[in-house]
């Protein structure tokens, strides 16, 4: 029996480790990307044997499906703002905490615990708050003399109002930004004040840089994470036309005239409801090459949130 050499156990050794990782990719990754491509270009309705059709699934999104570009906008949208919103949002949460003297402790329990609550549950208790008719929000708003918006059911409201129930859950970003302030030394604050530095100078000059790459942390994953929103609009929007979702019924997503439709609820309406899986896995490969080229340019040292430095 033949011996093997020394730099081919070194590599089976490094294969061996490497494993989980390799399995976890080739099952979890790469044979789901492969599989969307395939089916992309095949009319396929998960009974009969998949028939290749070439471009037709793709023109059909691009040319002929009508809510592709409310979805897409409104997809887009979300990814702006919200993603925006919410680092600035957690980022001032977590310089609050950090400067609090006392009771640290109770408010930053009173932040986080709202991202505890599961997303159906949370959306449902939002959607009542902002119930125009019966909602406490828009009776305080009432009793001050403010013209409440309808919120979930106006179409100009919808998304703002999925902002703020985005908001609400801002505790995980609170966390993460916490651990990066309490992290930045010390010794360059008391550098910055014998200086002369004041707050902004301190927070642009040395808080900034030392958070930068948890910035670009949050940034990243809160576009790829908003790409896949799906939850929170579908409820909301079901909750808020009154629609009783039963066994057996089939929910048109977008409520109120799609401001809330994204494109994973394209995706699902089109693979689960319509059963035309082509068009869904063109759709996910749209996804998909958004947020890789959205995590690319702010990956890129210059283009993105990192300095040429870091």
């Not at 609400?168 to 651990?179: E, N, T, Y």
């Not at 004041?198 to 948890?214: C, D, E, L, Q």
Request: with cysteine; net charge positive; aromatic share 14%.
């Amino acid at each position: 029996m033949a011996t093997l050499s020394p730099p081919t156990r070194r590599r089976l050794r490094v294969l061996g480790f490497l494993s989980p990782w390799l399995i976890g990719f080739s099952v979890f990754f790469a044979y789901p990307l492969i599989a969307t491509v395939y089916f992309s270009f095949m009319h396929y309705n998960q009974i009969k044997e998949p028939t290749f059709v070439g471009l037709k699934n793709w023109r059909y999104v691009f040319e002929q499906m009508p809510l592709f570009g409310p979805a897409l906008w409104n997809t887009l949208w979300l990814v702006v703002v919200m993603v925006a919103l919410r680092v600035l949002f957690g980022l001032g949460l977590g310089l609050l905490v950090t400067k609090i003297k006392s009771g640290v402790g109770f408010f930053r329990t009173a932040f986080y615990i709202p991202y505890l609550a599961p997303p159906v549950a949370a959306t449902v208790a939002f959607v009542f708050l902002l119930n125009p008719g019966t909602g406490p929000v828009n009776e305080i708003l009432g009793k001050v003399g403010i013209d409440a918006p309808t919120w979930f059911n106006d179409p100009n409201w919808a998304k703002p109002s999925l902002v703020m129930l985005s908001l609400w859950g801002i505790g995980d970003l609170m966390v993460i930004f916490m651990a990066a302030l309490l992290d930045v030394p010390k010794e360059q604050y008391e550098a910055a004040e014998l200086d002369g530095a004041g707050s902004w100078a301190k927070f642009r000059y040395v808080t900034w840089p030392s958070i930068t790459p948890i910035v670009m942390f949050a940034v990243v994953t809160g576009i790829v994470q908003t790409m896949q929103y799906y939850t929170q609009a579908l409820v909301a929007g079901k909750i808020a036309s009154g629609v009783n979702i039963g066994p057996g019924s089939v929910i048109q997503p977008g409520y109120p005239d799609h401001s809330t439709l994204t494109v994973p609820q394209l995706v699902y309406s089109m693979g689960f409801q319509n059963f035309n899986t082509g068009a869904a896995c063109v759709l996910s490969l749209v996804l998909f090459a958004i947020a890789m080229a959205a995590t690319l340019l702010l990956m890129r040292k210059r283009s993105g949130l990192l300095s040429a430095e870091d």
